[in-house]
């Protein structure tokens, strides 16, 4: 039997040049990849895979699946055992096992046969590195290892790493389940590296696929993915190589090769400020690492290493931290401006549900055949709104190709997000020059006999409160309860899944037109405040009195809501009695708010009537603590206050003389209060006909169960109306989308996107006299109280939302980052680990804060901005 042969008939090792991505479940996600990569032609290491079947056979032999199960099952009950305390068993037991002699023998046999070369051990795991997920670092790796009993010693801690600390908390997180867990391990010949480093294919800071980040530093790569080095980087243009950055790092250690394993050291003097990459040798590392993009067909991480006038590609994998690139539409190449809807118009940070989805854009398609001239089923109809994996992002490009588009971004008095505006202009001055160069659409075309129809129905609702602010709030009530009833009474006799399907598709735009149009009877008053400012300009100096009258408005549907549980809280404890399930009282409170939902808009998130939970911990926190009398109280003072500020106000300018105009003040200022609160009842009334279609779909849900088509009646919100047409079993299509909606609610969406995939979720702002300045390496901005930390072990002193401080993190701080709400490092780049896990749990982060950790103090308090990289400070 030939070599050949005797390897095709290994059970528990596998040639690295005979693996391809169809063996991820043997040889996991790490060896998948480099099986791949050296079929692709790339200069990858050889090596072999210690398949997952080896790690199997070794867990059995040792009884160690039953153990770790008890184990992990006494994590979950018992308080006092830690992550660290599991993990340290679980290691101690792998450490012990025996390997078996079987697997021993063909590790042994492939080792000798290719010359029993100093190797670089690896773990691949089946859960590692796969679109979503990134358990970088999580895992362990083992450099410079020599000699069979190095390397069979090497390959049970990398078994052990599946269960440590860092992994565990981490599949915690992205909700990974423990069971059937395998663990695959690559030896790789070591690659004696002179220099090395990594290169992401799309710029994970920014998100741009048009550019490539590449860090490198002198010895192994060990010290860059520490984070133990900054190392030099640069910021290269993906097509032709140009430099956007260029830094030269002080890179002051390094890894080296000793006897046995690796060692830090300091670089030599004349290497620290050296840089470690011409321009030659930037390009070839650029296109090989175009090479494994191509092939994968996902922007790559990859690291690589150089030795001998050679470079190799050690491993690669896909970049999870990056959020979706809007696709481009045909007609409408270039450079493509994208706002997130969500954020904008909803301060509402999570996915929508595939079905939540499906109610928006029907919504949009209905409103569009109502509106305009539009096939509704015509792809091109929809070509401004894209469905990125939950969130809405409109392009905006053709209203903005004029500049004096831009007015209405900058200091507007009706700016839902003011942050979201000025990263908005600051990205249209910087690219001024490609966003104008078109002419926009001209959006009169939009203008029909419908459209002006509806401009004309308005103007009728808009003069009724004009003329009465009495008159107008009555209408806008009326209008929003008959327009509820109407919505109850078509879908009394739905009874297919089609008819179903259709009377939301067709009734949608009835919805939000109708819900929208309830605000034009009391419109008007939107602007009666800036009227009674000018007037009162005209014989006041003193206009301070203005800004008390918006507060505490009556006829508030949300305050209301809110006055209800606070009075709740005060009844049920003056006769001392705690809210549950059973109060009668949250009955009657569920009849009028119970189709309100934590995430408004989508219909997949579950009522306050059939999950009132949240109500009832509520009502029992204003219970515990006894602050609902003074909430109460404070509303009526604010109520006081607004009316005494309209009387004192009129006063004042009769004094002065102007009684004409004290009257049109006081009619001004008393109709705003009268209509104003009206303004919360369009989504009042869309609540409820969204709860309606939530009730229609879950019927569907029901259907579904019934037939076998759904495992669960609720999986239908995890599927779309094409799905439930096309009449296929949807059980893993289902389950599926439901993991995918569980990724994205840990992902942080930006406020603007560009179809370069640049996102950006924050200005940039210049950091004023008392702050910081870094390298920006996990986007977000937040403010929170300074934790200083050296080792993780301190870390029992974090609390949630703590920013920590340190020199630089390792794979052993991963548990902490659970705590967080930001991170600074006095050391590292975008590629560090910390760097890198950062991005994963969505925490902003800045590195390279030069003495960090002596510049702060405990408790200090800070805002970091990890897309500027200023860390501001605050005080204690």
């Known amino acids: 039997m030939n070599k050949e042969e005797k390897e095709m008939k290994n059970l528990y090792v596998k040639n690295l040049n005979q693996i391809r991505k169809e063996d991820i479940a043997t040889v996991g996600g790490k060896g998948a990849n480099l099986g791949e990569m050296l079929s692709a032609g790339l200069p990858v290491p050889g090596g072999f895979v210690l398949l997952t079947s080896a790690y199997k056979q070794f867990v059995k032999t040792n009884s160690l699946e039953q153990k770790i199960t008890r184990l992990l099952q006494e994590l979950d009950t018992n308080s006092t055992m830690t992550l660290e305390t599991a993990a340290s068993m679980i290691e101690e037991w792998f450490l012990a096992g025996e390997i078996p002699s079987e697997v021993i023998q063909e590790v042994e046999d492939i080792y000798r046969s290719q010359g029993e070369p100093v190797t670089a051990v690896r773990s691949s795991a089946t859960a590692e590195d796969l679109p979503g997920m990134s358990f970088a670092g999580q895992y362990s790796t083992f450099l410079n290892v020599q000699g069979l009993e190095s390397l069979l010693k090497a390959i049970k801690e990398c078994w052990a790493s599946l269960w440590n600390s860092r992994a565990l908390s981490y599949r915690m997180k992205q909700g990974v389940s423990n069971d059937g867990l395998a663990h695959g391990v690559v030896v790789q010949h070591l690659i004696p590296s002179e220099k090395s480093g990594i290169l992401f294919t799309a710029n994970p800071v920014n998100g741009r696929r048009d550019q490539m980040l590449l860090n490198s530093s002198w010895g192994l790569g060990e010290a860059i993915v520490g984070g133990e080095v900054t190392p030099d980087q640069w910021v290269v243009q993906k097509s032709d190589g140009s430099f956007v950055e260029a830094t030269t790092a002080v890179k002051e250690v390094m890894t080296v090769r000793r006897e046995h394993g690796i060692e830090l050291v300091p670089v030599a003097?004349?290497?620290?400020?050296?840089?470690?990459?011409?321009?030659?040798?930037?390009?070839?590392?650029r296109q090989l690492c175009l090479k494994?993009?191509?092939?994968?067909?996902?922007?790559?991480?990859?690291?690589?290493?150089?030795?001998?006038?050679?470079?190799?590609?050690?491993?690669?994998?896909?970049?999870?931290?990056l959020f979706h690139q809007p696709e481009t539409k045909p007609g409408r190449e270039g450079l493509r401006v994208f706002m997130n809807m969500n954020l904008y118009s909803q301060a509402m940070k999570e996915p929508f549900t595939?079905?939540?989805?499906?109610?928006?854009?029907?919504?949009?398609?209905?409103?569009i055949r109502r509106m305009g001239k539009k096939d509704p089923r015509d792809p091109e109809t929809l070509w401004f709104l894209q469905n990125l994996n939950g969130r809405f992002f409109?392009?905006?490009?053709?209203?903005?190709?004029?500049?004096?588009?831009?007015?209405?971004?900058?200091?507007?008095?009706?700016?839902?997000?003011?942050?979201?505006s000025l990263a908005m202009l600051q990205l249209l001055e910087?690219?001024?020059?490609?966003?104008?160069?078109?002419?926009?659409?001209?959006?009169?075309?939009?203008?029909?006999?419908?459209?002006?129809?509806?401009?004309?129905?308005?103007?009728?609702?808009?003069?009724?409160?004009k003329k009465s602010a009495a008159a107008g709030r009555e209408a806008a009530v009326a209008y929003g309860e008959d327009m509820v009833k109407d919505l109850y009474l078509k879908a009394e006799n739905l009874k297919s899944l089609e008819e179903r399907i259709l009377f939301i598709e067709t009734s949608a735009a009835d919805l939000f037109l109708k819900g929208f149009e309830v605000v034009f009877f009391v419109s008007a008053s939107s602007n009666y405040l800036k009227k009674a400012k000018k007037l009162m300009e005209t014989c006041m100096t003193d206009l301070s009195d203005l800004h008390l009258v918006e507060k505490a408005v009556p006829h508030s549907v949300t305050t209301e809501m809110g006055m209800a549980i606070l009075k709740m809280a005060r009844d049920l404890d003056a006769q001392g009695r705690r809210a549950d399930l059973n109060s009668p009282e949250l009955a009657d409170f569920l009849k009028t708010y119970g189709h309100r939902n934590s995430i408004e808009l989508d219909v997949g998130i579950p009522t306050w009537k059939e999950e009132p939970a949240y109500v009832v911990d509520l009502i029992n926190t204003y219970?515990?603590?006894?602050?609902?009398?003074?909430?109460?109280?404070?509303?009526?003072?604010?109520?006081?206050?607004?009316?005494?500020?309209?009387?004192?106000?009129?006063?004042?300018?009769e004094r002065a003389g102007e009684k004409k105009k004290a009257q049109k003040v006081y009619r001004l200022l008393t109709d705003f209060r009268a209509m104003f609160g009206i303004r919360e009842l369009p989504k009042f009334y869309l609540r409820h006909g969204l709860t309606l279609y939530r009730n229609v779909i879950m019927d569907m849900g029901k259907e579904l169960a019934k037939e076998g088509r759904l495992k669960n009646p609720e999986d239908v919100f995890f599927i779309t109306f094409p799905d439930i047409r096309s009449h296929k079993d949807l059980e893993a299509v289902a389950a599926k989308n439901r993991e995918s909606y569980n990724l994205e609610m840990n992902r942080m969406a930006p406020r603007v996107l560009t179809s370069t995939g640049e996102s950006i979720h924050a200005p940039v702002m210049k950091a004023g006299e008392n702050a910081l300045m870094g390298i920006p390496v996990s986007p977000g901005v937040t403010e929170g109280r300074v934790r200083v930390l050296y080792h993780p072990e301190e870390g029992q002193s974090l609390e949630v939302g703590d920013i920590l401080?340190?020199?630089?993190?390792?794979?052993?701080?991963?548990?902490?980052?659970?705590?967080?709400?930001?991170?600074?490092?006095?050391?590292?780049?975008?590629?560090?680990?910390?760097?890198?896990?950062?991005?994963?749990?969505?925490l902003p982060a800045v590195a390279g804060v030069v003495n960090a950790t002596r510049q702060l103090k405990d408790g200090q308090r800070v805002r970091i901005n990890g897309e500027t990289g200023s860390v501001e400070l605050l005080g204690v």
């Open 269 to 285: 003097e004349d290497l620290k400020e050296t840089v470690t990459l011409n321009k030659e040798e930037v390009d070839i590392l």
């Open 292 to 321: 494994a993009e191509a092939y994968f067909g996902s922007p790559q991480d990859l690291e690589w290493a150089y030795a001998d006038g050679t470079f190799y590609l050690v491993q690669s994998r896909p970049i999870t931290s």
């Open 354 to 367: 595939p079905m939540g989805a499906q109610v928006v854009e029907d919504m949009v398609r209905d409103i």
């Open 394 to 420: 409109i392009d905006m490009t053709e209203m903005l190709r004029n500049p004096k588009t831009w007015r209405k971004f900058d200091s507007n008095p009706a700016d839902k997000d003011p942050v979201t």
């Open 430 to 465: 910087r690219e001024r020059e490609e966003i104008t160069s078109l002419k926009g659409a001209n959006f009169f075309k939009a203008l029909n006999r419908r459209t002006l129809a509806y401009g004309l129905g308005a103007l009728k609702k808009i003069k009724v409160g």
């Open 623 to 653: 219970i515990d603590s006894k602050t609902y009398d003074e909430g109460i109280r404070r509303f009526e003072k604010s109520r006081e206050e607004a009316e005494a500020a309209v009387h004192r106000i009129r006063q004042a300018m």
């Open 805 to 842: 401080v340190t020199t630089g993190t390792n794979p052993s701080w991963t548990p902490l980052f659970m705590k967080l709400g930001g991170l600074i490092m006095e050391t590292g780049g975008p590629i560090s680990h910390g760097s890198v896990v950062a991005r994963e749990y969505g």
